[in-house]
């Protein structure tokens, strides 16, 4: 494995969680006393303290993180899904993509070059 996938797969995975939290809490699909204010990135992110909701991201981002690792991962889509008042069908109301463009980081044996 090259030595900075891991390292990398790990950052981005983190960033789109502080995103998806982010999200959830500014758009208020969950009461706002659930999210307690984290520092992330130089600047306060407002994480769920749910457990069943953390669990759910949490098993989300293993998957993104697995597929990150093999740079096949390109978007994070999170949907707000609601119904409604005249019918019970479930619409989309919300969507949000985050677009994932990540660069290849080539190992380089430097002492060929020497």
């Known amino acids: 494995m ?3 996938k891991e390292a990398r797969a790990d950052v981005i995975t983190e960033f789109i969680e502080a995103a998806i939290h982010s999200i959830l809490y500014v758009r208020g699909v969950y ?3 659930i999210f307690k204010p984290r520092r992330k990135y130089g600047t306060t ?3 769920c303290c749910h ?3 953390n669990q759910y991201i949490i098993k989300s981002l293993k998957t993104v993180h697995s597929l990150l690792l093999e740079i096949i991962f390109k978007k994070c ?3 707000k899904v609601g119904s409604t008042r005249r ?3 479930l619409l989309i109301a919300t969507i949000f993509i985050l677009s994932i463009i990540h660069a290849i980081l080539f190992h380089c044996d430097h ?3 020497q």
Do not use: G, L, N
Request: proline share 10%; hydrophobic share 50%; charged share 20%.
């Open 2 to 4: 090259e030595p900075f």
């Open 31 to 33: 009461p706002a006393a």
């Open 45 to 47: 992110v407002h994480m």
């Open 51 to 53: 457990a069943d909701i």
């Open 77 to 79: 889509m999170v949907q």
């Open 87 to 89: 019918s019970s069908d």
């Open 111 to 113: 002492a060929r070059f």
